[in-house]
């Protein structure tokens, strides 16, 4: 049995302005209806494998869970790192909780950024892994390059090339255009793929050699990690002292026990715009279109909308993206598509808020989104999943409005207690304790008018939650 490791704490700045760091890439339905965390999660399911462990940053819990109940899937766990430190401590938090039920387990780790396709050829390379890993090895995947991509590593492995497991003679990172265009030509090199399989016991022994001092860090932050209502958090004092370091640097390009799979599924990592519009359908000139668009005459071009009545039309473009959200647009040229990261610095360095925070936010009850913000006032739409409340809290700075919409909801407002239905409103005074819980099995939507002088989302005391929320 295999056990997948599902790694899916990071955030893809170069799938801006879909993705952003409160919501990232894997978590966006960017190419067909499930979201990229949810194909890997299906891609796991089968007589092969065991429930996967799940490794995130805390802000995504809720997101996580959601998600996976959304495709029947329970998962083994969910780790939950407190701040991100790239793949090595993520992978090795896993190990260490793994080995401490079986050293022998079997473990596929999983970037959930990817996709792939022909699932019994998936298997097939599985297959040829298992066998590597029950001699000790530890096995990374390949794939023949197709085109000279300068966003991923690579594998340079000996000639003649064989499809049977092969000791790799070394990683290359992320080469230049030329670069690149070279290894594609020789005929030696594969995409490194960033799967991996090994033994919890073995990719430990791994650590041990290459990376002492990193066990040592990760093993206390398991330790002294906490059960919440089925999350294992890892401990933040002792995760803020882990070294951020990737699994390439820290083990694969020191370890001589490594094995190259060659993975004939297709395969590819959605990390930048190109790589959408070469994984979504097209038509016979090249375009993709998503949400409410309109095309004339484009050619080898995407257009998207993710904002709901919001119209992208498209006339003579070639060779383009763009991309519209309510509160973002971005219009590229597809051969810079990997220099979207560029002007999400550009939006950071000017204190921009769409560099990384949605108009959207979500919330374990549901989410609520930014209708209008003006000076003393903000109003807002609060979707309530069925059967969730929102926590007990006051505030000392805005008062409030809610004019339920949609459903219906119990409201507490200091020592009341009522129902209200649609058409209903109720005030909130400044400094009143409240709370709005959906009692129905369908989601409760409700129009809240803020008004007072500081109305950020930090103004708030919270009394009671049922999420265990701080």
Wanted: glycine content about 6%; hydrophobic content about 40%; proline content about 5%.
């Amino acid at each position: 049995m295999i056990t997948p490791v599902i790694l899916c704490g990071g955030s893809g700045n170069r799938l801006w302005p879909v993705s952003r760091a409160s919501f990232p890439k894997q978590f966006a339905p960017l190419v067909g209806c499930e979201t990229l965390f949810q194909k890997s999660a299906l891609r796991s399911l089968g007589a092969e494998f065991t429930n996967p462990l799940v490794v995130t940053n805390s802000n995504f819990r809720f997101i996580v869970k959601e998600q996976l109940q959304a495709i029947s899937i329970t998962p083994d766990a969910i780790l939950l790192e407190p701040a991100q430190r790239n793949t090595a401590p993520a992978i090795l938090a896993a190990a260490i909780y793994l080995a401490q039920q079986d050293p022998e387990t079997a473990m596929l780790v999983l970037p959930s950024d990817q996709m792939l396709h022909e699932v019994e050829d998936l298997k097939l390379s599985l297959k040829l892994g298992l066998a590597e890993v029950a001699r000790g090895q530890i096995v990374t995947f390949g794939i023949t390059p197709t085109y000279p991509e300068t966003a991923y590593g690579y594998l340079e492995i000996p000639k003649p090339v064989k499809h049977g497991p092969i000791q790799p003679i070394r990683f290359i990172e992320k080469p230049d255009a030329a670069r690149a265009q070279e290894m594609v030509k020789s005929g030696s090199f594969l995409w490194n793929a960033g799967m991996f399989l090994f033994k919890a016991k073995d990719i430990l022994t791994a650590f041990e050699t290459h990376a002492p001092d990193l066990v040592k860090q990760v093993t206390k932050a398991i330790k002294t990690s906490k059960d919440d209502r089925g999350f294992y958090r890892l401990e933040a004092e002792e995760w803020a002292s882990v070294e951020n370091i990737s699994i390439d640097y820290a083990i694969m390009e020191k370890a001589q026990n490594l094995s190259v799979v060659h993975l004939t599924c297709g395969w590819a990592d959605i990390g930048s715009w190109d790589a959408i519009w070469r994984e979504s359908p097209k038509d016979n000139e090249g375009l993709t279109m998503s949400g409410a668009t309109t095309s004339i005459s484009c050619n080898n071009t995407l257009l998207r909308s993710d904002s709901e009545g919001l119209e992208v039309v498209g006339i003579g473009l070639n060779n383009i993206i763009a991309v519209a959200m309510t509160d973002a647009v971005l219009v590229a040229d597809i051969s810079r598509a990997q220099d979207v990261q560029k002007a999400v610095d550009a939006l950071k360095a000017k204190n921009a808020a769409q560099a990384s925070a949605f108009l959207k936010d979500h919330r374990p009850w549901g989410w609520f989104e930014r209708l209008v913000i003006g000076d003393c006032f903000q109003v807002k739409r609060i979707h309530v999943k069925p059967k969730a409340a929102l926590s007990l809290q006051s505030h000392l700075h805005r008062a409030e409005h809610w004019i339920i919409v949609k459903g219906t909801a119990e409201v507490s407002v200091d020592e009341t207690v009522q129902q209200l239905h649609e058409n209903h409103s109720i005030f909130i005074p400044v400094g009143a304790k409240h709370r709005i819980k959906n009692l129905t099995k369908d989601p409760m939507v409700l129009i809240e008018v803020q008004t007072g002088r500081y109305l950020s989302e930090d103004e708030f005391m919270r009394y009671e939650d049922i999420y265990s929320r701080g």
